[in-house]
């Protein structure tokens, strides 16, 4: 699964559950909050101040 910012963190955690340590570590700890679910990557990395682009690139990697 190529992931992108305008990755929907519900379907990040769907096809790639254990990509879910990456974004805990990322400070991201809301990801079974029901308004996740249907958030971007970006629209979550921007209420949690995180760099998109950083987060992105460490989900991608194997």
């Known amino acids: 699964m190529k ?3 305008t990755t929907k963190i519900g ?3 769907e096809n790639a559950p254990e990509k879910a340590e990456i974004l805990l570590a990322a400070g991201m700890h809301c990801l079974g909050c029901p308004a996740s ?3 971007t990557l970006e629209e979550a990395c921007d209420v949690h101040g995180i ?3 950083e987060l992105v690139e460490k989900l991608n990697e194997n």
Request: hydrophobic content about 40%; aromatic content about 0%.
């Open 3 to 5: 992931i992108e910012k």
């Open 11 to 13: 379907e990040l955690l």
């Open 37 to 39: 679910q249907a958030e």
């Open 51 to 53: 760099n998109v682009e």
